[in-house]
C-alpha cells in the first residue's frame, strides 16, 4: 500500500491545511464556547470544492479519491472538530446516498448543489425510540397515491440547522420490521417538516445537531430514494462510509492533542527542568503517539478497500472503534500531563476530550462495531 498522495492530491490536503491554521483554528475556541455554528469556513470550504471532493466533475465534484477525502477531514479535525464533522456529515451521510442510490433526475436536483457547496445535507436516521435498534423506527410514510405523507421525528441529527436538503429514512410496511423502511430526500421547505430543539452538547458545540419534525408532511412520490422498503439496507451501507470519516475525525482530535501537549510540556518546567525530560512524560507521548498511528493505518486501509470497491464493513468498523477509543483514551491523558491547567478553558486540552467523547458514540457506538467485527469473524453462525 502507498502511503503517499499524488502530488495533486497533496496539494488539496495541503490546501485545506493552510484555510485551516488561517480562518478554522483561531476562532474553534470561541464557537466552541457561544456554541456557534461554523458557518463562514463551510461556505469558503465549499467554494474551494471540499463539500464534494469525491463525486464525479459532471456533477460538480472534483472526482479526487476517497483516502484523499478521507485525509482532508482528518486534517479538519486537527483544527476544529465541529467543522470536521459538518463537512463529513453533509459529504458521506447527505450526498453518499443520493449519488449512489438516487436517481438521475434527483441528482441533478439534490446532489449538484450540495457537491459544489451552494447548499448544506444533512441525513436523519435516529429517533428516540431507535438509535441502535434502528428497526424500532416510528416515523411513517404512508402512499397516498400521488406523494407520501411522512409524520414522526429524528433527534441528534447533525446539521439540521443549517440544513437546505436532507435524506431521512421511515416505515413504509410496518410488518416488515427493518425490512419496511425506506429513504427519502426532500428540502427543508417542504410542507409539513420543521425544526425542533437545537441540542446543547458536551462537546463538537459549533456543530448543529437538531431535531427533526414531520407533521403530515408531503413528499411527492418521486422523492422516494433508492428501492422501497430498502431503506435500513441504504442506511447500513451509508454508515460504513460514515464511520471512516467519524474515525478520520478522531485521529484529527488526538493528534492535535499531542501535538499542543507537546509543546506544553517542553515548556512547563517543574523541578529544575521541563517536564517532557521526565521519562514518565516521554512513555506517555510515546504510547500514545504510537496508537495514533495505528489508528491511520487502520482508517487509510478501510479509506483503500472503500475506493478499491472491496468488501469493507469490517475495517470501517475496526478504524472507527480503534480511533475513537484512542482519541478518548489519548486526550484524557494529555489532559492528565498538563494538570490543572488542562482543565481551564484557557488552553484546548478540556475541548480536544469533550469533542473525542462523541466519536465513540455516533454513526454507531464502539459496542455496535464490535458487533460488526464479531459478525465479520463468524462468531454468530
Known amino acids: ?60 465534484g472534483s472526482g479526487v479519491s476517497y483516502v484523499t477525502y478521507i485525509a482532508t477531514v482528518a486534517e479538519i479535525a486537527r483544527h476544529c472538530a465541529s467543522t470536521s464533522i ?28 450540495l457537491v459544489k457547496g451552494e447548499k448544506l445535507g444533512a441525513f436523519g436516521f435516529t429517533e428516540p425510540s431507535a438509535g441502535t435498534d434502528g428497526a424500532n423506527q416510528k ?13 414522526g421525528s429524528k433527534i441528534f441529527i447533525t446539521n439540521a440547522g443549517y440544513a437546505d436538503t436532507f435524506v431521512i429514512t421511515a416505515v413504509t410496511d410496518k410488518e416488515k420490521g427493518h425490512r419496511g423502511l425506506s429513504m427519502f430526500v426532500f428540502d427543508k421547505d417542504t410542507p409539513g417538516f420543521s425544526l425542533g430543539a437545537k441540542e446543547k452538547k458536551m462537546g463538537i458545540r459549533a456543530s448543529s445537531t437538531c431535531e427533526l419534525l414531520f407533521e403530515d408532511m408531503i413528499v411527492p412520490k418521486e422523492n422516494l430514494l433508492g428501492e422501497l422498503n430498502r431503506g435500513y439496507y441504504q442506511a447500513l451501507s451509508t454508515f460504513d462510509s460514515g464511520r471512516i470519516g467519524i474515525g478520520a475525525q ?86 492528565q500531563l498538563v494538570g490543572g491547567y488542562g482543565y481551564m478553558r484557557e488552553y484546548p486540552f478540556e475541548r480536544f476530550m469533550r469533542d473525542a467523547k462523541i466519536t465513540e458514540i455516533y454513526e454507531g457506538t464502539s459496542e455496535v462495531q464490535r458487533m460488526v467485527i464479531a459478525n465479520y469473524m463468524g462468531l454468530n453462525k
Open 250 to 335: 478522531a485521529l484529527g482530535i488526538a493528534e492535535s492533542a499531542i501535538e499542543e501537549c507537546t509543546k506544553y510540556v517542553m515548556q512547563r518546567v517543574q523541578f529544575g527542568q521541563p517536564i517532557g525530560h521526565f521519562q514518565n512524560t516521554q512513555f506517555q507521548l510515546a504510547d500514545m503517539t504510537t496508537r495514533v498511528e495505528a489508528a491511520r493505518l487502520l482508517i487509510c486501509r478501510a479509506a483503500q478497500a472503500r475506493q478499491d470497491k472491496e468488501p469493507f464493513s469490517h475495517l470501517a468498523a475496526q478504524a472507527k472503534l480503534f480511533a475513537s477509543e484512542t482519541a478518548t483514551d489519548v486526550t484524557r491523558r494529555c489532559l
Open 86 to 113: 459538518t463537512v463529513s456529515a453533509h459529504s458521506s451521510l447527505c450526498c453518499g446516498p443520493i449519488y449512489y442510490y438516487g436517481t438521475e433526475e434527483q441528482r441533478e436536483r439534490y446532489l449538484v448543489p
Open 1 to 60: 500500500m502507498d502511503f503517499k498522495h499524488p502530488p495533486e492530491d497533496q496539494d488539496i490536503i495541503d490546501m485545506v491545511r493552510d484555510f485551516c491554521l488561517k480562518e478554522v483554528q483561531p476562532i474553534a475556541a470561541q464557537l466552541d464556547e457561544e456554541e456557534r455554528f461554523p458557518a463562514e469556513s463551510i461556505k469558503k470550504l465549499g467554494e474551494m470544492g471540499i463539500m464534494g471532493l469525491t463525486f464525479p466533475e459532471k456533477y460538480g
Open 139 to 151: 416515523s411513517r410514510a404512508e402512499d397516498k397515491g400521488d406523494h407520501w405523507l411522512i409524520n
